[in-house]
């Protein structure tokens, strides 16, 4: 049964999409209810899997286990190649094979992606619930969860692939899904625009990634990630550093990295339960996923740009975020500023600590995004923090999730944000200094913003009329933000990073590590408590100067944002350093910058392409049949029918020939 | 009597019965039409169901099924051979469903209708004759009754004010291009020796096989048949045929033209071409491959430029045919076997697209781009239906076109590098680019249209249905085409690719080891440790042990205890 699992797993969406567009088209309560319970269901599914994982343990190794708990490690997988790889669960079907080419068509869950499939399902589910209140009344509603169905799919299926073109596929048709669901509202020019403007800067990371992939199957025969970090660990640099970055080039298009981050604030165009979704929990994480998937790939080269990048891109998006007005966008900034985050650290080679940021960033920038949308719902869909204050009053559960996220968010402990940015700031001030002050700025700059968003909206005067009307959202969408928050709160504590430490490390199969909840299934008391005390306070003990860097760069923001913002009616910074806050607020001038470029080159060069059609290559066609034509009229002048030019031209004829003849 | 003949015989017997029916009995003719397409797809559909892959490794002879053999003249060896095998399979179903859909769409033709149905029939029955038959006249001749009434139809029924120009060009360049092909084909068959003389292409590849062609003679013959075949599928610089043809064309003889006819060129290169001269196709393809940039890359850009749907469709199809030649210039069976997938896939969605156009047209009386826009909200099934055709021409997974161009380019990579990332940019990225700008301009915004509405009943929006799931279905499982193709296209690899330097091309022929049993299962302990030395990649001496311990195994479920 539990091998069938992650098949149900990835199907269920699918099937739940196609129900809902060939029957409940008219049918908005049946579409959500199909939807929703597709990815509940999931849910539950996961759950199962992780559940059965542990049990495969607990019946029958019971004795060894405890035999072995001396040293702290349990025997957690099977034997021979799938141990190897910790792989629990895979299965797979021959998709298409010609010559050398073999393309399986599988599934394979191992503690990384299992932990995604949570979260992905987990997730999913509050932001269905949520949207199920949000979108009602919309004209699109059943389209809408069509959509979210068809993107769940993809998503589950770029986590549980087990070959490159199969991972590409679901890349592709998440990048798909997304592109139908930011332009969820086409009516409106912005959106359309936003949408086009996703999918092709997408696609651009997916022309390097391709050819990464074409590359990699050359040099070894094989498009399988198992093989593949057998044949990696062998030959390290099989692929050479260019290989490595043009792997890299599509997670900078998906994850909205430099220099393709434009289009991950565009896409703000779409619903907020889209935004949530999408764009901050699980498409953008699909990126960091991939690249802590195949590590293997990237040589120390590679992994150095990696980190710069990643770095690069968190600070980038952190100053752009200071002088946003928009809730949702600054939202996606922060979101932006994450994930650079998250790359930063798995270039330097800090993969756990990546995918632990993944999981709490996922939980906090969720309920964050989900909270603006029931803020932006009260206030009758206005955006511009500007235009709200005094919001505590009005919905409070809402606010008090809300600051939670934010706190999360900032880092404070023991929230769960607290613990997995502190592993990357272990982890840069382990590796590279400037990359940890970059990050510890970085974090300054995270409460500074977001504070900003909080007193302006939730604290400080009102600053319009629609705040007198603004009421607090119904419980389907109050509850998911509840659900969020716990997760938010407790997340950092699950022993995440650990879980994951020994499948990236290539350490022996029966190196792992059991969290304390494990061991309270196992019914092991006391070590349960060992586990959780060292997990609490893990930072103060492993790392403590980067926790305090941390700690001090929150307080810094906190002030700053607190004295600035408090009781603020304007935002006071555009006059004090107006050329700053405008380059700030026009983010640089990226996209000025990239439509120059686009017009440029592609455009010129298409002007150049017609230009030669129309007037080099078609008027070469017809001078040829030009010129037949008039081969023909000059042959005709020979049609005189006059019978002296005949004879004349018969005698001329015949001499002709007697010449030639005699000649030789 | 094979079913082959039934399938290409029903429509010319249609042909025939439709002129002999009075002018006036409009109902009759449209049924006798649609009932001849539809049992040809029927009967395609059941052929398609009972053949099996045929069984690879070691082929010396071509294999076909269904064959059906008459000696018509000994005396030149000419006859009637058909016979089916991986690569023609695809494309007859795929004519055939095509061409029931564009007899269905055909119910706008208001004047003129029974001419209109016996040139259709005569098309259909040609094109699909041509890719059945095994004899090189009949094979030549069935393309010419395909391709002759193009011009009546584009010059009575055609829409725009140049439609008179578009079908003079379209007719005397096509033409042209056949001419080439008989002279090569004639010349191939005058190298046979003159008391064994045959024009049957079993019998001519089974000559060439053990007495090669002389290497004079395969000088001039090779770019014969290249450049002839060439301007048949629109190679670049010879496309400029194809957009303002297929923009002026009547919907149904785009769709078949674009869908099926133009699949001929490509099949005869396949067929005939580069398995019989392949010390010529050697020094050729570079040539080739180069020529395909400019399909790819070229046209991508012209298509960015134009302001007519049509030929914005039109200059996507010539740029999808790049794909195919590279596909044929990489002289593999990965290569190849893509080539082959992407015709079938460009037929159905050549045909869609061209439907789908040729309703707006009706709707709308315009395809300026720039009038258009809003149309989503007013026309949802058109809209998406076309929505997701335009994505699937620019890759999109999920339909036939993609597994078929990661073929090509997986394929192609061994030999031209460069070529195949400038064609994965054309793809992603220049395709991306104006079939999204084309779905901004036409299908999303908001703009009133009064009076313009989907189509009424379910009957009527089932071509455009047909067409969209059988490309979803390929896409979706390739292996449904695949398994036939690359079983018949590994022979011809082989003896394509056997007077190329790269002889010992890893994406060629090297059988996978869950096909071979005996190299199937490593020991444990090894597992996925031999790699294919990446240092030397052509060492003729051991290729076929290196690469086959390659490929992994299939992953087990854990088992539960």
Redesign the interface.
Same mark, same amino acid.
């Given at each position: 049964m539990? !091998?069938y699992l992650p098949w149900i797993i990835l199907f269920l969406p699918l099937l739940a999409a196609v129900m809902i567009w060939l029957f409940c088209r008219k049918d908005p309560a049946g579409s959500a209810a199909i939807s929703v319970t597709a990815v509940v269901a999931a849910f539950f599914c996961s759950v199962m899997l992780l559940a059965a994982g542990a049990m495969?343990y607990m !019946?029958? $190794?019971e004795f060894e286990m405890m035999a072995r708990r001396s040293d702290s490690l349990f025997e957690w997988f #099977?034997p $021979? %190649? %799938?141990a190897r790889h910790f792989? @629990? *669960? #895979?299965?797979?079907? /021959? @998709?298409?094979?010609?010559? /050398?080419? &073999?393309v399986?068509f599988?599934v394979?869950v191992d503690p990384m992606s299992m932990f995604m499939l949570l979260v992905v399902t987990g997730v999913g589910s509050l932001i269905h619930i949520f949207s199920m209140a949000y979108m009602k009344g919309d004209r699109g509603y059943s389209r809408f969860f069509t959509c979210m169905s068809i993107f769940a799919f993809s998503m589950l299926g770029v986590v549980l692939s087990?070959n490159f073109?199969q991972l590409?596929? *679901?890349w !592709?048709?998440v990048g798909?899904s997304s592109y139908m669901l930011i332009?969820f509202w &086409? !009516?409106?020019?912005a959106a359309? $625009?936003a =949408?086009?403007k996703a *999918?092709?800067t997408n696609?651009?990371g997916?022309?390097g990634f391709?050819?990464g992939i074409? %590359?990699i @199957?050359?040099?070894? #025969?094989?498009l399988?990630f198992?093989?593949l970090q057998?044949?990696f660990v062998?030959?390290p640099s099989?692929v050479g550093t260019i290989g490595g970055l043009l792997i890299f080039c599509g997670a900078v298009g998906k994850s909205a990295q430099f220099p393709l981050h434009v289009w991950l604030p565009d896409a703000m165009e779409g619903p907020t339960p889209v935004s949530a979704l999408i764009h901050a929990a699980t498409m953008v994480a699909a990126g960091v996923y991939m690249i802590c998937r195949v590590f293997f790939v990237f040589d120390p080269t590679a992994q150095t740009v990696i980190a710069w990048i990643g770095g690069t891109t968190a600070l980038l998006a952190a100053l752009i975020a200071i002088q946003q007005n928009d809730i949702k966008r600054i939202l996606a900034y922060s979101t932006l500023s994450q994930l650079g985050y998250m790359v930063m650290a798995a270039g330097l080679s800090a993969q756990p600590a990546a995918m632990f940021h993944l999981a709490t960033h996922a939980c906090f920038k969720a309920l964050l995004f989900l909270g603006a949308g029931s803020v932006i719902h009260a206030m009758s869909n206005e955006q511009d923090i500007w235009k709200m204050g005094r919001l505590r009053d009005k919905m409070p559960a809402t606010t008090r999730t809300f600051l939670i996220g934010t706190l999360a968010l900032c880092g404070l402990p023991p929230l769960s944000g607290f613990y997995s940015k502190d592993a990357i700031l272990a982890a840069a001030a382990g590796k590279n200094q400037v990359l940890f002050c970059i990050g510890v700025a970085v974090a300054a700059l995270t409460t500074f913003y977001m504070f900003r968003l909080v007193l302006v909206v939730f604290w400080g005067g009102a600053k319009s009329d629609l705040t007198a009307h603004a009421h607090e959202s119904p419980r389907t969408m109050t509850w998911p933000l509840i659900g969020l928050a716990i997760a938010s709160v407790v997340a950092g504590v699950l022993g995440i990073q650990q879980v994951l430490e020994p499948q990236f490390s290539m350490a022996p199969a029966d190196s792992s590590f059991a969290p304390w909840w494990l061991c309270l299934m196992l019914r092991d008391g006391g070590l349960a408590m060992s586990q959780l005390k060292d997990a609490v306070l893990e930072p103060l003990l492993v790392a403590p100067v980067p926790m305090l860097c941390g700690l001090g760069a929150i307080a810094l923001g906190f002030l700053a944002a607190w004295g600035l913002y408090r009781n603020a009616a304007s935002d006071p910074l555009p006059e004090n350093l107006p050329t700053m806050c405008r380059v700030l607020r026009n983010k640089f001038y990226f996209d000025e910058l990239y439509a120059w470029l686009i017009a440029c080159t592609? $455009?010129a060069?298409?002007?150049?392409? #017609?230009f030669?059609?129309r007037y080099i290559? =078609?008027r070469g066609?017809r001078f040829i049949?030009g010129g037949t034509d008039l081969f023909g009229r000059g042959l005709r002048l020979v049609q005189t029918g006059n019978l002296q030019a005949y004879a004349l031209l018969t005698a001329a004829g015949i001499a002709l020939a007697l010449w030639l003849m005699l000649r030789s | 009597m094979s079913p082959l003949t039934l399938i290409f015989g029903l429509p010319l017997l249609a042909a025939l019965l439709t002129a002999l029916i009075p002018r006036n009995f409009r109902f009759v003719i449209r049924c006798v039409a649609l009932l001849a397409t539809f049992s040809s797809m029927v009967i395609a559909l059941v052929m398609f169901c009972k053949c099996h892959p045929l069984d690879p490794g070691g082929m010396i002879r071509l294999k076909f099924l269904f064959e059906e053999t008459h000696q018509w003249s000994p005396a030149i060896g000419f006859g009637y051979h058909v016979g089916v095998d991986g690569i023609n399979l695809g494309l007859i179903v795929m004519g055939a469903i095509v061409a029931f859909a564009a007899t269905f769409v055909s119910r706008r033709i208001e004047t003129r209708e029974k001419e209109f149905y016996i040139l259709l029939m005569l098309m259909t029955g040609g094109i699909l004759g041509a890719f059945a038959s095994l004899d090189l006249v009949c094979f030549y001749g069935f393309h010419e009754l395909a391709l002759v009434p193009t011009f009546i139809m584009i010059g009575v029924w055609g829409r725009g004010d140049n439609k008179n120009f578009a079908a003079y060009q379209i007719t005397l360049y096509l033409s042209a291009g056949a001419l080439l092909v008989l002279l090569g084909l004639l010349a191939l068959y005058l190298q046979l020796p003159p008391g064994n003389r045959s024009f049957d292409i079993v019998a001519i590849t089974a000559y060439f096989q053990s007495h090669p062609i002389g290497a004079e003679a395969e000088r001039w013959i090779f770019p014969l048949l290249l450049f002839g075949f060439g301007i048949l599928v629109s190679l670049w610089p010879f496309h400029t045929w194809a957009p303002p043809g297929y923009g002026a064309a009547p919907t149904a003889t785009a769709m078949l033209h674009a869908g099926v006819i133009k699949k001929f060129g490509l099949y005869g290169l396949i067929r005939i071409a580069l398995p019989l001269m392949p010390a010529a196709a050697a020094r050729w393809v570079p040539i080739l491959a180069f020529l395909c940039l400019g399909n790819i890359i070229y046209c991508g850009l012209v298509a960015m430029r134009q302001r007519n749907l049509n030929l914005l469709i039109g200059n996507s199809s010539v740029a999808h045919m790049g794909f195919a030649f590279l596909g044929l210039a990489s002289l593999s069976t990965i290569g190849m076997s893509g080539t082959v997938l992407i015709m079938v896939a460009h037929g159905f969605l050549a045909a869609l697209t061209f439907a789908l156009s040729g309703y707006l047209d009706e709707e709308l009386k315009t395809l300026e781009i720039g009038e258009m826009g809003g149309l989503l909200r007013h026309l949802p099934f058109i809209g998406t239906a076309m929505i997701m055709a335009m994505l699937a021409g620019c890759g999109l997974p999920g339909f036939a076109n993609f597994p078929g161009e990661m073929m090509v380019l997986f394929g192609s990579w061994h030999r031209y590098p460069v070529v195949v990332v400038i064609a994965l940019w054309g793809a992603l990225v220049i395709g991306g680019v104006y079939m999204l700008r084309a779905i901004r301009n036409i299908w999303h915004g908001a703009k009133p249209w009064p009076g313009i509405s989907d189509p009424a009943s379910a009957w009527r929006k089932l071509p455009f249905a047909l067409l969209l799931a059988c490309l979803i279905a390929l896409g979706c499982y390739p292996r449904l085409l695949t398994d036939c193709i690359r079983s018949s296209v590994e022979p011809i690899a082989r003896m394509a690719s056997s007077g190329s330097v790269l002889k010992d091309n890893p994406a060629n022929t090297i059988p996978h080891p869950a096909e071979n049993p005996q190299l199937a299962a490593p020991k444990p302990g090894e597992g996925g440790s031999a790699i294919r030395n990446p240092q030397s990649p052509a060492n003729p001496a051991a290729t076929i042990p290196d690469a086959a311990n390659v490929s992994p195994q299939p992953v087990p479920p854990m088992p539960t205890r």
């Amino acid at each position: 049964m539990n !091998e069938y699992l992650p098949w149900i797993i990835l199907f269920l969406p699918l099937l739940a999409a196609v129900m809902i567009w060939l029957f409940c088209r008219k049918d908005p309560a049946g579409s959500a209810a199909i939807s929703v319970t597709a990815v509940v269901a999931a849910f539950f599914c996961s759950v199962m899997l992780l559940a059965a994982g542990a049990m495969h343990y607990m !019946e029958g $190794d019971e004795f060894e286990m405890m035999a072995r708990r001396s040293d702290s490690l349990f025997e957690w997988f #099977g034997p $021979d %190649m %799938m141990a190897r790889h910790f792989v @629990w *669960f #895979g299965s797979q079907f /021959t @998709w298409l094979q010609a010559g /050398t080419l &073999y393309v399986p068509f599988g599934v394979s869950v191992d503690p990384m992606s299992m932990f995604m499939l949570l979260v992905v399902t987990g997730v999913g589910s509050l932001i269905h619930i949520f949207s199920m209140a949000y979108m009602k009344g919309d004209r699109g509603y059943s389209r809408f969860f069509t959509c979210m169905s068809i993107f769940a799919f993809s998503m589950l299926g770029v986590v549980l692939s087990n070959n490159f073109l199969q991972l590409f596929i *679901f890349w !592709e048709l998440v990048g798909v899904s997304s592109y139908m669901l930011i332009g969820f509202w &086409y !009516e409106r020019p912005a959106a359309a $625009d936003a =949408a086009k403007k996703a *999918f092709l800067t997408n696609r651009v990371g997916d022309f390097g990634f391709l050819a990464g992939i074409i %590359m990699i @199957w050359a040099a070894t #025969g094989t498009l399988e990630f198992g093989p593949l970090q057998d044949v990696f660990v062998k030959h390290p640099s099989l692929v050479g550093t260019i290989g490595g970055l043009l792997i890299f080039c599509g997670a900078v298009g998906k994850s909205a990295q430099f220099p393709l981050h434009v289009w991950l604030p565009d896409a703000m165009e779409g619903p907020t339960p889209v935004s949530a979704l999408i764009h901050a929990a699980t498409m953008v994480a699909a990126g960091v996923y991939m690249i802590c998937r195949v590590f293997f790939v990237f040589d120390p080269t590679a992994q150095t740009v990696i980190a710069w990048i990643g770095g690069t891109t968190a600070l980038l998006a952190a100053l752009i975020a200071i002088q946003q007005n928009d809730i949702k966008r600054i939202l996606a900034y922060s979101t932006l500023s994450q994930l650079g985050y998250m790359v930063m650290a798995a270039g330097l080679s800090a993969q756990p600590a990546a995918m632990f940021h993944l999981a709490t960033h996922a939980c906090f920038k969720a309920l964050l995004f989900l909270g603006a949308g029931s803020v932006i719902h009260a206030m009758s869909n206005e955006q511009d923090i500007w235009k709200m204050g005094r919001l505590r009053d009005k919905m409070p559960a809402t606010t008090r999730t809300f600051l939670i996220g934010t706190l999360a968010l900032c880092g404070l402990p023991p929230l769960s944000g607290f613990y997995s940015k502190d592993a990357i700031l272990a982890a840069a001030a382990g590796k590279n200094q400037v990359l940890f002050c970059i990050g510890v700025a970085v974090a300054a700059l995270t409460t500074f913003y977001m504070f900003r968003l909080v007193l302006v909206v939730f604290w400080g005067g009102a600053k319009s009329d629609l705040t007198a009307h603004a009421h607090e959202s119904p419980r389907t969408m109050t509850w998911p933000l509840i659900g969020l928050a716990i997760a938010s709160v407790v997340a950092g504590v699950l022993g995440i990073q650990q879980v994951l430490e020994p499948q990236f490390s290539m350490a022996p199969a029966d190196s792992s590590f059991a969290p304390w909840w494990l061991c309270l299934m196992l019914r092991d008391g006391g070590l349960a408590m060992s586990q959780l005390k060292d997990a609490v306070l893990e930072p103060l003990l492993v790392a403590p100067v980067p926790m305090l860097c941390g700690l001090g760069a929150i307080a810094l923001g906190f002030l700053a944002a607190w004295g600035l913002y408090r009781n603020a009616a304007s935002d006071p910074l555009p006059e004090n350093l107006p050329t700053m806050c405008r380059v700030l607020r026009n983010k640089f001038y990226f996209d000025e910058l990239y439509a120059w470029l686009i017009a440029c080159t592609l $455009d010129a060069l298409a002007q150049v392409a #017609g230009f030669a059609d129309r007037y080099i290559l =078609a008027r070469g066609i017809r001078f040829i049949s030009g010129g037949t034509d008039l081969f023909g009229r000059g042959l005709r002048l020979v049609q005189t029918g006059n019978l002296q030019a005949y004879a004349l031209l018969t005698a001329a004829g015949i001499a002709l020939a007697l010449w030639l003849m005699l000649r030789s | 009597m094979s079913p082959l003949t039934l399938i290409f015989g029903l429509p010319l017997l249609a042909a025939l019965l439709t002129a002999l029916i009075p002018r006036n009995f409009r109902f009759v003719i449209r049924c006798v039409a649609l009932l001849a397409t539809f049992s040809s797809m029927v009967i395609a559909l059941v052929m398609f169901c009972k053949c099996h892959p045929l069984d690879p490794g070691g082929m010396i002879r071509l294999k076909f099924l269904f064959e059906e053999t008459h000696q018509w003249s000994p005396a030149i060896g000419f006859g009637y051979h058909v016979g089916v095998d991986g690569i023609n399979l695809g494309l007859i179903v795929m004519g055939a469903i095509v061409a029931f859909a564009a007899t269905f769409v055909s119910r706008r033709i208001e004047t003129r209708e029974k001419e209109f149905y016996i040139l259709l029939m005569l098309m259909t029955g040609g094109i699909l004759g041509a890719f059945a038959s095994l004899d090189l006249v009949c094979f030549y001749g069935f393309h010419e009754l395909a391709l002759v009434p193009t011009f009546i139809m584009i010059g009575v029924w055609g829409r725009g004010d140049n439609k008179n120009f578009a079908a003079y060009q379209i007719t005397l360049y096509l033409s042209a291009g056949a001419l080439l092909v008989l002279l090569g084909l004639l010349a191939l068959y005058l190298q046979l020796p003159p008391g064994n003389r045959s024009f049957d292409i079993v019998a001519i590849t089974a000559y060439f096989q053990s007495h090669p062609i002389g290497a004079e003679a395969e000088r001039w013959i090779f770019p014969l048949l290249l450049f002839g075949f060439g301007i048949l599928v629109s190679l670049w610089p010879f496309h400029t045929w194809a957009p303002p043809g297929y923009g002026a064309a009547p919907t149904a003889t785009a769709m078949l033209h674009a869908g099926v006819i133009k699949k001929f060129g490509l099949y005869g290169l396949i067929r005939i071409a580069l398995p019989l001269m392949p010390a010529a196709a050697a020094r050729w393809v570079p040539i080739l491959a180069f020529l395909c940039l400019g399909n790819i890359i070229y046209c991508g850009l012209v298509a960015m430029r134009q302001r007519n749907l049509n030929l914005l469709i039109g200059n996507s199809s010539v740029a999808h045919m790049g794909f195919a030649f590279l596909g044929l210039a990489s002289l593999s069976t990965i290569g190849m076997s893509g080539t082959v997938l992407i015709m079938v896939a460009h037929g159905f969605l050549a045909a869609l697209t061209f439907a789908l156009s040729g309703y707006l047209d009706e709707e709308l009386k315009t395809l300026e781009i720039g009038e258009m826009g809003g149309l989503l909200r007013h026309l949802p099934f058109i809209g998406t239906a076309m929505i997701m055709a335009m994505l699937a021409g620019c890759g999109l997974p999920g339909f036939a076109n993609f597994p078929g161009e990661m073929m090509v380019l997986f394929g192609s990579w061994h030999r031209y590098p460069v070529v195949v990332v400038i064609a994965l940019w054309g793809a992603l990225v220049i395709g991306g680019v104006y079939m999204l700008r084309a779905i901004r301009n036409i299908w999303h915004g908001a703009k009133p249209w009064p009076g313009i509405s989907d189509p009424a009943s379910a009957w009527r929006k089932l071509p455009f249905a047909l067409l969209l799931a059988c490309l979803i279905a390929l896409g979706c499982y390739p292996r449904l085409l695949t398994d036939c193709i690359r079983s018949s296209v590994e022979p011809i690899a082989r003896m394509a690719s056997s007077g190329s330097v790269l002889k010992d091309n890893p994406a060629n022929t090297i059988p996978h080891p869950a096909e071979n049993p005996q190299l199937a299962a490593p020991k444990p302990g090894e597992g996925g440790s031999a790699i294919r030395n990446p240092q030397s990649p052509a060492n003729p001496a051991a290729t076929i042990p290196d690469a086959a311990n390659v490929s992994p195994q299939p992953v087990p479920p854990m088992p539960t205890r």
